[in-house]
T-cell receptor, first 117, second 116 residues
């Protein structure tokens, strides 16, 4: 069965600090997808990234970057020069097979990030 | 250019009442998923439906919960005889046929159920 662990329950930083959110996953599938979502205080889910298990290249998007390491089953997320608007709960997720050939998402419990001015 | 639409956004029910949550998928999407987020928790898969069919309900509680996705109209998640433990945010997601194979889901804004 698939499992996602986000060991950091809450993180608090001061604006402009860099912060890394950890994600460790377990799966027996050889092909899978990893995701990060942001859930701001308003409650909606904002998609940030999807990564294929065959693509271990790190990705950078503005102040966001992701480090995928298959050897350690980790998919960590770094925010550079954090801002108050980054305050949210961040979820890491892993795809898991459903009947009918579709994929469900298995979510970690989330890391609550607070960026203080 | 509407995304996944869920309503109501907030619903308050007393214990023993019924709750009905609706989800209209994105245009062109025929796959619908329901997830539940309990307080301070991540989202947990409940059920996966295609038009007129329940494909996978492995995450759905066996009693009181049901889901449907009729040929016409939105998908409905129905909770009968609600209890306080049903208080949660219920998220609907939809995908295309190809998106379903890669986990490319589009989420609605969620329906927050409070049971008094």
């Amino acid at each position: 069965a698939q499992k996602v662990t986000q060991a950091q329950t809450e993180i608090s930083v001061v604006e402009k600090e860099d912060v890394t959110l950890d994600c460790v996953y377990e799966t027996r599938d050889t092909t899978y997808y990893l995701f990060w979502y942001k859930q701001p205080p308003s409650g909606e889910l904002v998609f940030l990234i999807r990564r294929n298990s065959f693509d271990e290249q790190n990705e950078i998007s503005g102040r966001y970057s992701w480090n995928f390491q298959k050897s350690t089953s980790s998919f960590n997320f770094t925010i550079t020069a954090s801002q108050v608007v980054d305050s949210a709960v961040y979820f890491c997720a892993l795809s898991g097979s459903l009947q009918g050939g579709s994929e469900k998402l298995v979510f970690g419990k989330g890391t609550k990030l607070t960026v203080n001015p | 250019n509407a995304g996944v639409m869920q309503n109501p956004r907030h619903l308050v029910r007393r214990r023993g009442q019924e709750a009905r949550l609706r989800c209209s998928p994105m245009k062109g999407h025929s796959h619908v998923y329901w997830y539940r987020q309990l307080p301070e928790e991540g989202l947990k898969f409940m059920v996966y439906l295609q038009k007129e069919n329940i494909i996978d309900e492995s995450g759905m509680p066996k009693e009181r919960f049901s889901a449907e996705f009729p040929k016409e109209g939105p998908s409905i998640l129905r909770i009968q005889q609600v209890v306080r433990g049903d208080s949660a945010a219920y998220f609907c997601a939809s995908s295309s046929w190809t998106g379903a194979k890669t986990g490319e889901l589009f989420f609605g804004e969620g329906s927050r159920l409070t049971v008094l």
